[in-house]
């Protein structure tokens, strides 16, 4: 579920009134939310079919903990808004005895990390392929998402659409005169605006 709405895309189109456009409009918001979640570094959602914005469920596997501290595990997507559960089991297997007792540990959400309260802990976490499993609800709320990420999507949402009818070009003539059309990659606007959401395994 996209994180923005038309109503709001139309306010940085001023140039489109009424509906004819809305369902195309959705689609846009849509495939640009998908395009800023791929570049900061989301994974596909335990039922999506592609990255994403909005809070949704998703089951990760991890090698370890943080080289720096094993009592801290480093999740690869921010905000965590909740932990389901976190195993720690070399086998792979994830039965109930590698289940980690959550009364043992918190949660950084906006840093994303897990980490083992040393006073009640009584198992750490493992170091090996796929040793961790966790099922955590990350991403931004629909309800209440961060402004500067809204204004991110949507600037890069009307650049798109007002560039629509001289896509695949790389310029164009009027008045006998020749005029180079800007890159269709993400604007330095946008990338700017959306770097402080960059997920922590982007930066490794």
């Known amino acids: 579920m996209a994180i923005t709405t038309v109503s709001l ?35 596909t959602s335990d039922t999506g079919t592609a990255p994403s914005l909005d809070q949704s ?27 389901t559960s976190v195993h720690s089991d070399v086998n792979l297997a994830y039965t109930a005895d590698t ?11 906006a840093q994303g990390q897990v980490y083992l309260l040393p006073d009640k802990a009584t198992t750490g976490f493992d170091r090996g392929f796929r040793a961790i499993k966790v099922i955590c609800s990350a991403g931004y709320s629909v309800a ?24 695949g070009k790389d310029s164009v003539t009027q008045r006998n005169s020749t005029v180079k059309l800007s890159p ?9 605006l959306v770097k402080p959401f960059m997920n922590p ?4």
């Open 9 to 43: 895309l139309k306010e940085y189109l001023p140039e489109i009134s009424g509906a004819s456009l809305d369902t195309e409009l959705t689609r846009m918001i849509a495939r640009t939310e998908v395009a800023i979640a791929r570049y900061l570094g989301f994974p």
């Open 201 to 204: 395994y982007q930066y490794l």
């Open 144 to 167: 209440n998402p961060p402004e500067d990420l809204v204004h991110a999507v949507l600037v890069w949402c009307s650049t798109l659409q007002r560039a629509k009818a001289n896509q």
């Open 57 to 83: 469920t998703y089951t990760l596997y991890l090698n370890g903990p943080k080289f720096t501290d094993v009592q801290v595990l480093q999740l690869p997507i921010t905000p965590v808004v909740s932990i």
């Open 99 to 109: 289940l980690i007792t959550a009364s043992t540990y918190e949660l950084n959400k």
């Open 184 to 192: 269709r990659h993400m604007p330095t606007e946008v990338r700017e």
